[in-house]
């Protein structure tokens, strides 16, 4: 099959190490999250100050949200190029709001939601639906990426039909979730 953009046509590359790369990258991220949610001091610097990093997560999760919609959105107009930036642009934000989330959840306490009724088992489920995905988006994003890095089209439309759903709604999530309890973050 030739087309007329060159990139498509090149053979895919399927190295081994990319494959372990990913699946280990999809197992660490989320260990890595739940020992800092578990073990909250084992890496906490005394006096460092990340009350900030809350708002600044939630403004790169609208980001790529943000970039994920453009990103949809060009690769329904055939517009090849745009997409790829867009989707890049996407994981650098993302691969950005993880060391944020991280630096974080290391050096500050978890914050409790305050609201009571409708809106607390509001408040649950997407911070539920939101953490389980997320996990699983980690996985999804790495795999998409490698397909589409690969030069392994079909493979890669197969698994961002999945993955772009799933990304977005993570990142939506994030900033409701973000919005719901600032009022209960410590000052």
Do not use: C
């Amino acid at each position: 099959m030739t087309t007329n953009n060159p990139g498509l046509n090149a053979a895919p590359a399927t190295p081994r190490g990319y494959k372990i790369g990913m699946l280990a990258l999809g197992a660490i991220i989320p260990v890595a999250v739940a020992v800092l949610y578990y073990f909250p001091n084992v890496f906490r610097i005394e006096g460092a100050d990340v009350s900030f990093l809350p708002a600044v997560n939630a403004g790169i999760n609208s980001l790529t949200a943000l970039a994920l919609v453009l990103g949809y959105y060009f690769i329904r107009q055939k517009d090849v190029a745009k997409h790829r930036a867009m989707m890049g642009t996407a994981f650098v934000l993302g691969a950005l709001f993880l060391v944020s989330y991280v630096v974080y959840h290391s050096q500050s306490v978890t914050t409790k939601y305050g609201g009571e009724g409708l809106m607390r088992g509001i408040y649950y489920f997407l911070l539920l639906t939101h953490i389980v995905l997320a996990a699983v988006t980690v996985g999804l994003v790495l795999f998409t990426l490698y397909f589409a890095l690969t030069n392994q089209f079909q493979q890669h439309r197969r698994i961002a039909r999945w993955t772009f759903p799933i990304w977005l709604y993570v990142s939506v999530t994030g900033v409701i979730v973000y919005f719901m309890i600032a009022p209960y973050y410590a000052h």
